[in-house]
Nanobody, 128 residues
Framework: QVQLVESGGGSVPAGGSLRLSCVAS??????????FAWFRQVPGKERERVAG????????EYADSVRGRFTISRESSKNTIFLQMTNLKPEDTAMYYC???????????????????RGQGTQVTISS
């Protein structure tokens, strides 16, 4: 069974940075094809897919709200997906969670919204 465990959230002032990590287990990362994504959600609002990446590299996408400030990356040897967040704003405050979904090719990651697996999330709070 695929498991995703996030870490790295916290409280920082506006303009600060955080690096989120998502460790994936329960599947052969190196030989499997997955789309990974970071989502965020605020209570009462629709969830937002902030970034996506293909397990084999590439097919990277960002939401307009974070482009130029957030960077998604992967480290296959550690089965880990990262989200580097810089120049954080109060509106970035949310629960962030990573998600994974098996696919047949990287192109399936474009604009993907449905994922079979997700983690429990890590809270990010940005003060003004």
């Amino acid at each position: 069974q695929v498991q995703l465990v996030e870490s790295g959230g916290g409280s920082v002032p506006a303009g600060g940075s955080l690096r989120l990590s998502c460790v994936a287990s329960g599947f052969l990362y190196s030989s499997s094809r997955y789309c990974f994504a970071w989502f965020r959600q605020v209570p009462g609002k629709e969830r937002e897919r902030v970034a996506g990446i293909y397990s084999g590299g590439g097919f990277i996408e960002y939401a307009d709200s974070v482009r130029g400030r957030f960077t998604i990356s992967r480290e296959s040897s550690k089965n880990t997906i990262f989200l580097q967040m810089t120049n954080l704003k109060p509106e970035d405050t949310a629960m962030y969670y990573c998600a994974a979904d098996p696919v047949s090719a990287g192109s399936a990651c474009w604009s993907k919204s449905d994922y079979d697996y997700r983690g429990q999330g890590t809270q990010v709070t940005i003060s003004s």
